[in-house]
């Protein structure tokens, strides 16, 4: 067998966890020293693959590995960056396959989401047809869940946990200080198109049904006004107040952005996320008292709140795509499969990357409740495993404890990128 | 000595440890039996008692005083009411003072920020002059940290933990994804006149002078636009990014909110948070992407991330405040004194509510870096033992397990308010 090196990036929109991918994928590499060398990681992507900008894994020790698991952001530094068709940008190509050749990278693991695993599509068919020889893997991670072919994505659980417990956190909140007049909070949470962090959110309500979120607004779902405002006003005839969950990205029928239509009391044009277009228009038109919040890269770094069924996810991913590498199997993404809700059993598959590049997972029909205003006990039986577990980690001095990892720069060996 | 009863009531924005506080006074309440008779709590504050809607804590167990403890939110409910004048409003006077002859409460306990302690200075001098028996004791909390006369307020620091926390997690987010284009993320805390909030996210730092937060922008210090940016531009060409926490009560020279005033690219006035209109700032003069975050009842809610320096305190000031009480110490509000900063060793003292009562306590100018972009060394020092401590608290289901108090109503003995 030809020792090779590994090269691993990351890509998209970082997570709690893909640091835990990436630990894993390391450890794994480590353990078949027959098939791999030296154990890369490319500065911010796809875009350090091109840039020779490279680190060495080689001095994380196993403290340092275990304590990189636990950290979020993305370690090695992403991008969003999408490599050309090869037919437009043939140099860019040329350049990729320079550096892979420079540092003898016969394995490359790309750890992202839909438009990533498109790149690793890319990059094997460009490697196949210039015959060098390549094992590229794609490796999920994204806080949307939007993956294809995967029952969930890495990151998404955790950040599933931080929006369920600031919901029911907020929610609690806004419960005490409801006293005569009605009073809405509504929480922003990430997802452009596929509403599954919203939906998550159902979790704060352990089933009650009058417990928040008493609205969720999915993307999927278009936005009805004279509806949410007629729920809006009927919880908060019944409860006194009311919590929304807004996914960014809700859209009204004829496709225009929430967020880019907002009502003043005074009429005038305001520009602003959609809670905030959300919770502006209940207090324009019925007069309620109004909060909102956008946790914005909160809720999608939140190191101290990390799902433990989401972490290990995570590593599982890491530890599969080295294997998968390992035995030949390009063009693959390891996929998390659920083998049964409760007790949660899953495990994990490869699923060819050139199936799932650049699509869009949506929260299905069946997870929508009728009115298109919260989510199904299907959904909650979905979401439910995804949040569970929570794990044990280092503080120091009251924060969490995020060493940096030292990973030094690989010596370039080409010349700078033309 | 004759036995009387206890109303405990809580007032103005809740916070995480508000309860613990409430616990710690129900607990020691029930050591003095040949004090206090019954324990009950006022609905939604002074409103509560107007109304004559108060529960018993009687049925609350050992367990559920300690589920209480580490629940956030107000579980009596609070309110923001102040009482009138007594000159202007004696029928109030005559309705609150008919609710505790009703009930014989003999002690009154209120649970908030400034406001609330000028509330108990009222009540005490009213009752002193209609010759009603009544000990009524101020107990402090308020995440804004703004109470004058204890070194802290209960609360402050449970959101400083979560605050500073944000900001590390999402700095290491934001600095993953900085690659060519600067890139800047705000952070906008509580805190309208007092900056303590938006002073505890240096704590993320750690020290370190390149580490978020990178500007900190406080009620305290003017806000000056040309200076900030300039301060903005200069990190983002060093680092690539740049951090910068907001609270949302900052001014211009001229006292006008920053959050009144925004700047888009395309001139339009916009209305938005303070952390909003400086990402916003940012983005139209230097041209870099922005996000924003706003976490709102989250920062103050978040019993996930309670400081156990903060639990602590929360549960000394409920626990003197009965004792203060049972001692006939009217009119006194128990404050935290600081003793040394490291290790941090802290104490319990009275103060005269009527000496404190409206004051606000803000960020003094020795704890403000002289450019009034940032904190000092002092400040690092007198916050860093606030948000010391992890609290290991009861999770169900992937979120924090927060049981609802049984907190049965009293029969009512009077007719309904007027």
Chains 1, 2 share one sequence.
């Not at 693959?49 to 001095?59: F, G, H, N, P, R």
């Not at 007049?181 to 198109?193: A, D, H, I, Q, S």
């Not at 729920?231 to 807004?246: D, K």
Request: with cysteine; proline share 7%; aromatic share 6%.
């Amino acid at each position: 067998m030809t020792r090779r090196n590994l090269l691993y990036a990351q890509s998209g929109g970082v997570t709690a966890v893909i640091n835990a991918t990436a630990a894993a994928a390391i450890e794994t590499a480590r353990r078949h020293p027959q098939a791999i060398g030296a154990i890369y990681g490319a500065r911010h992507g796809i875009l350090g693959a091109l840039a020779e900008d490279l680190v060495d894994t080689a001095a994380l020790d196993d403290a340092a590995l275990q304590a990189l698991a636990l950290t979020p952001g993305g370690a090695f530094g992403s991008c969003r960056f999408d490599l050309d068709p090869p037919a437009d940008n043939p140099a860019q190509y040329e350049r990729l396959f320079a550096v892979l050749a420079a540092h003898d990278i016969g394995y490359f693991l790309y750890n992202g989401g839909n438009g990533s695993m498109d790149t690793v599509a890319k990059i094997s068919a460009a490697a196949r047809d210039r015959g060098y020889p390549l094992v590229a893997i794609g490796v999920p991670k994204t806080v949307d869940n939007d993956i294809e072919g995967s029952d969930c994505s890495p990151g998404f659980g955790s950040a599933a946990k931080y929006a369920a417990t600031g919901m029911l956190e907020a929610g609690m909140d806004l419960a005490s200080m409801s006293t005569r007049k009605g009073r809405v909070f509504v929480l922003e949470v990430m997802g452009r198109n596929a509403g599954w962090l919203a939906a998550a959110t159902a979790l704060a309500a352990r089933g009650q049904e009058d417990a928040p979120p008493h609205i969720i607004l999915l993307p999927e779902v278009p936005f009805d006004d004279e509806a949410f405002l007629a729920r809006v006003q009927q919880v908060v005839e019944r409860l006194g107040y009311c919590t929304v969950t807004v996914s960014e990205g809700i859209r009204r029928a004829d496709g225009s952005l929430v967020m880019e239509q907002d009502h003043d009391a005074k009429g005038h044009v305001q520009l602003g996320g959609a809670g905030q277009c959300v919770a502006r228009l209940i207090h324009a038109r019925l007069g309620y008292k109004h909060h909102w919040a956008i946790p914005d890269y909160l809720q999608r770094a939140a190191g101290h709140l990390v799902s433990a069924t989401d972490l290990a996810h995570a590593r599982a991913v890491g530890a599969a795509a080295v294997e998968y590498a390992v035995a030949g199997r390009d063009a693959v993404m390891p996929a998390i499969v659920r083998e049964s809700d409760e007790p949660y059993r899953w495990t994990v598959e490869p699923v060819d990357v050139r199936a799932i590049a650049n699509l869009e997972r949506l929260v299905p029909p069946h997870f929508i409740r009728e009115d298109g205003l919260h989510v199904t006990g299907a959904a909650l039986r979905y979401l439910r495993p995804l949040v569970e577990g929570e794990v044990v980690r280092p503080w120091r001095g009251g924060l969490p404890d995020y060493p940096a990892p030292g990973l030094p720069a690989v010596p370039r060996r080409l010349p700078p990128q033309p």
